[in-house]
């Protein structure tokens, strides 16, 4: 992208998102998109998405979110209902529960589909929102605070967002601060299907990718050359807070609850590292059976476990870490 604006002597305007690259428009209706956003495995695979795009009449995409967006247009409400929510981002659960070598038989499994599901069993019509300050109200989420030692595994501050589900399935009852509670839900089951039939060969990729929309309060930054180099930040209007954190609650209620259930070790977004094997099941929501290590495994810390001297993940290392890493276990 920076080679097609040098080309074009900096003239038009362009859009940056997290330090990539998205678009660059020169002028008139020449448009340069990055691949960043797809980052398609050949080009067989890029010709498939581009040919799903066309036949239902979308542009070119950026990245797979803007597909669903695209496609499923929903009106806001008053800023006013999500400002007090505005400044908290939903992050995925990620966590060693324990640490070792362990010897007995070890299973790893992923949640299928597991933003897709959660969102299909309902978001609230944030129009049909009220304020209550009754931590036992129903279809609410809560503006909370904890106190010591009464915080949830996957909170890191001491004040953040709860909803109704997330008190009733953790029986903890932090401060309350303020709460929402709402009347009428909205699905969206058949948003997706229509997806499935019509992105036959990215679908999947649109799932996980839907909802990070909803889940930033800064939008790409936009920058213009016609007077001189000129950034400006713009802010995101699909900002939606409320459904970010209804979606990724109900993945880690999921997680916690088979942790207790089958003995998990290790936690990483929407897979688990488990002692007891689990009923797997197909579609949105069932458990897929990643791999079995019959001799057990080890977990290091967060994101990082293998088996024997083999380390299957390696969050935070880069490769020549893991490789130091690999001849230290050997030795």
């Known amino acids: 992208m920076p080679r097609m604006m040098e080309q074009h002597g900096f003239t038009g305007q362009a859009w ?10 020169p002028s008139g209706g020449l448009i340069y998109k990055s691949l960043e956003g797809l980052n398609p495995t050949d080009e067989a695979d890029f010709w498939h998405i581009m040919e799903s795009n066309y036949k239902v009449g979308l542009p070119p995409p950026s990245s797979f979110g803007s597909i669903f967006h695209r496609l499923c247009r929903i009106r806001w409400p ?16 990620s966590m060693a529960l324990e640490k070792g070598t362990f010897s007995e038989k070890m299973y790893h499994y992923d ?3 597991a933003y897709r599901w959660s969102a299909c069993q309902g978001l609230p019509n944030l129009k049909s929102g009220k ?3 009754d931590l036992e109200a129903e279809n609410s989420i809560f503006l909370v605070e904890f106190t010591p030692g009464n915080r949830p595994p996957w ?9 109704s589900e997330e008190i009733l399935g953790l029986k903890i009852r932090p401060l309350l601060l303020m709460g929402v509670q709402f009347s009428n839900w909205l699905g969206l089951s058949g948003v997706f299907e229509k997806i499935e039939q019509r992105f036959p060969w990215c679908y999947k990729r649109i799932s996980r990718a839907f909802w990070g929309r909803w889940n930033g309060e800064t939008d790409v930054q936009q920058h ?7 950034v400006r930040q713009l802010p995101n209007p699909l900002h939606n ?12 209620l999921r997680l916690l609850e088979t942790v207790k ?14 002692r007891e094997p689990l009923p797997v099941s197909d579609g949105p929501g069932g458990w897929q059976l990643k791999e079995e290590y019959p001799r057990g495994l080890f977990v290091d810390g967060t994101g990082r476990w293998g088996s024997g001297n083999i380390l299957v993940r390696r969050m935070g290392l880069n490769t020549r870490e893991a490789e130091q890493w690999q001849r230290l276990k050997k030795s």
């Open 78 to 93: 008053k800023k006013s209902l999500i400002a007090p929510f505005r400044s908290f981002r939903c992050v995925a659960w």
């Open 155 to 163: 909170f890191t501050e001491d004040r953040g967002m709860m909803t």
């Open 111 to 113: 949640l299928r589909s």
């Open 261 to 274: 259930q089958a003995g998990g070790v290790h936690v990483q977004v929407d897979a688990i590292l488990c």
């Open 224 to 230: 213009g050359w016609k007077q001189g180099h000129r």
């Open 16 to 25: 940056q998102f997290r330090r990539v690259w998205k678009t660059y428009r």
């Open 131 to 133: 304020r209550v300050y």
């Open 241 to 252: 807070p409320i459904w970010s954190h209804f979606i990724t609650s109900r993945v880690k």
